[in-house]
């Protein structure tokens, strides 16, 4: 009997555990955080999408100061006669294009040096990443230019200008070089640039009106939605016979005996 009972206890108390796991196993499962960060509305996540992201760096300066400005200007001198050094050098040999290249550059090391670290110097302060290689893909951007320029230009006819621009610029002295980089008027030629200077403003005034002569509009023509009345022509007046009027006698002269 005592058998009995103990069985009979254990089978109430499997089925009471049976019947609470299964209590448990129907109740709705918590919320994970993922789950409810996925049931917002898509409206939200549309709107952080659209927010504007924020800059990771200062904007590339608009403008050259005076230094820098000069820079470009002996950059671009400098690369222009290593392209006329490297095309022509087989068009006019006897020239000798990129000896006056090289003697150039040996010539003119310090000055070419400071033009150099000048222009690194504003690449930096774009904060647009390693300023050197900014440098450089300036310069091979700068030579792709001036090659494409020659190849318009045509060989023959841009060797034949631009090796003896070479040879002047080989025997400048440094102080004509900075007339040539920095001074427009007295260089007499304007400058090329990537960007203008700072301090130079350029103001425009409005476009001029001017008075257009315009052939004149002809009125439209007045449309008569009534149809006029028809009004009989009045008739000629019938035109009198003239009368004849008899001519007064010739007078006639009397003979006086």
């Known amino acids: 009997m005592s058998r009995q009972r103990a069985a009979l206890r254990l089978s109430l108390k499997a089925l009471t555990g049976a019947a609470v796991l299964g209590a448990l196993l129907a ?47 002996m950059m671009r001198l400098h690369t222009e006669m290593m392209i006329v050094g490297l095309t022509c050098r087989t068009v006019t040999p006897d020239k000798k294009p990129f000896d006056l290249y090289q003697d150039f550059s040996v010539k003119n090391r310090a000055m070419l040096s400071n033009s150099e670290a000048s222009l690194i110097s504003f690449y930096k302060r774009s904060g647009g990443g390693n300023a050197t290689r900014q440098f450089d893909m300036f310069r091979t951007e700068l030579a792709n230019e001036i090659s494409r320029r020659a190849a318009t230009i045509g060989i023959p006819q841009y060797c034949a200008n631009f090796v003896d621009r070479s040879a002047a610029a080989k025997d400048l002295t440094p102080d004509d070089l900075r007339t040539l980089t920095t001074d427009e008027k007295g260089a007499g030629l304007m400058h090329l640039a990537s960007r203008p200077l700072c301090d130079v403003k350029t103001v425009s005034g ?12 002809a009125a439209p023509a007045k449309v008569v939605t009534a149809k006029a009345k028809a009004k009989p022509a009045k008739a000629a007046a019938a035109a009198k016979p003239k009368q004849k009027v008899a001519a007064a006698p010739a007078k006639q002269s009397v003979a006086v005996r």
Do not use: H
């Open 27 to 73: 109740l709705p499962a918590p919320t994970s955080a993922a789950a409810k960060e996925a049931a917002k509305p898509p409206a939200k996540a549309a709107a952080a999408k659209a927010r504007p992201a924020k800059s990771s760096g200062p904007a590339t300066p608009a403008c050259y100061n005076r230094s820098e400005y000069a820079a470009e200007q």
């Open 206 to 217: 409005p476009d001029t009106n001017y008075a257009v002569a315009q052939a004149p509009v």
